[in-house]
């Protein structure tokens, strides 16, 4: 069966900087991928430094440029550009430029736009938010924000 998703279709939440738009979930494909649609606001740091344990990211540029650090080497991609980040290896990424950014993520296995959902709904909450962080399998350096934000002149939201 052929399903056409609409491009606005499918939940929102905007995390402040780094915004998902869920597309396909695991259940839809046989937990073999996920694909979510993020909006990357002007200049912003979409995560702290943060390493899957279970999952690889597949990100396609649709609009503007990306910039991303996967281990020590800094990426920038280009509209029309895929970005590989493999399981097991600490990234962060983020919109480089004084215009929106616009990804597409596919996530491999699928079951991981399941943790974006989650932490939308405990917003605010930290205690929350390293239970679910757990939960998923993710190590996230918060730490990492302060330094990452000066060396490449970025934001990121309080949480």
């Known amino acids: 069966m052929i399903t056409a998703i609409q491009s606005h279709e499918g939940d929102h939440f905007d995390f402040g ?14 937990s073999r991928f996920s694909i979510v649609h993020h909006p990357i ?10 390493f899957h344990h279970n999952e690889d990211e597949y990100s396609y540029v649709l609009k503007g440029r990306l910039g991303a650090l996967l281990g020590d080497d800094v990426v920038v991609a280009q509209t029309g550009t895929w970005l590989f980040k493999p399981r097991r290896q600490w990234h962060t990424f983020w919109n480089p430029d004084d215009t929106p950014c616009e990804i597409v993520e ?8 399941d943790y974006f959902r989650e ?5 605010g909450n930290m205690e929350k938010f390293a239970e679910i ?15 990452l934000c ?4 970025l934001t990121f939201p309080s949480l």
């Open 106 to 113: 596919v996530i491999s296995p699928g079951g991981f736009e």
């Open 17 to 30: 900087g780094l915004a998902v738009h869920w597309k396909i979930d695991a259940a839809q494909t046989g």
């Open 41 to 50: 606001a002007p200049k912003a740091l979409a995560a702290p430094l943060h």
């Open 133 to 147: 962080n757990r939960k998923y399998h993710l190590d996230m350096d918060f730490d990492s924000v302060p330094r």
């Open 119 to 123: 932490v939308s709904a405990n917003w």
């Open 150 to 153: 000066q060396r490449f002149g």
